[in-house]
């Protein structure tokens, strides 16, 4: 316990500055430091944890149930690539007139998607039935 007064000259004597620290406490709680030095510190770190940090976005990746298997590897590969750069996928299957009776086709599409992507991608949302579409997202897996 020191009186502001006396911390304030202690704090022009060694040439630093009377930080408050914890202002609710009771007491107060002040520090004697550079704060110039200490705001300086403070933004190199933030900008170091700024850099490791990346923000997981969604890229959709829309198929039809009649997909030929060029076309679907190619779009597998996108797939594939957008889940190593981190980021999750959003696969549509998308019906059109006389498909919508035969929905089990795109079912097997979804069963085909996820066997492929079995060794880097967990289902984060199942597949669901949406009108005209069949939808699920999948996350890439954590990295041991």
């Avoid at 704060?35 to 944890?49: M, V």
């Avoid at 594939?80 to 097997?108: N, P, S």
């Amino acid at each position: 316990m020191l009186p502001t007064q006396e911390a304030l000259v202690l704090a022009q004597e060694e040439g630093l500055d009377l930080v408050e620290v914890a202002p609710t406490a009771k007491p107060p709680v002040c520090r004697i430091m550079d704060y110039g030095k200490f705001r300086y510190e403070q933004s190199k770190r933030d900008r170091k944890s700024r850099q490791n940090q990346h923000v997981v976005s969604i890229k959709e990746v829309k198929l039809r149930p009649r997909i030929d298997d060029h076309d679907y590897e190619f779009k597998l590969n996108n797939a594939k690539r957008f889940l190593g750069e981190k980021d999750k996928v959003k696969f549509t299957i998308q019906f059109r007139g006389r498909e919508m009776a035969h929905r089990e086709f795109g079912m097997r599409l979804v069963q085909r998607v996820l066997k492929d992507l079995e060794d880097i991608a967990v289902v984060e949302n199942p597949p669901r039935n949406e009108d005209r579409f069949i939808t699920m997202v999948v996350a890439p897996k954590k990295s041991k």
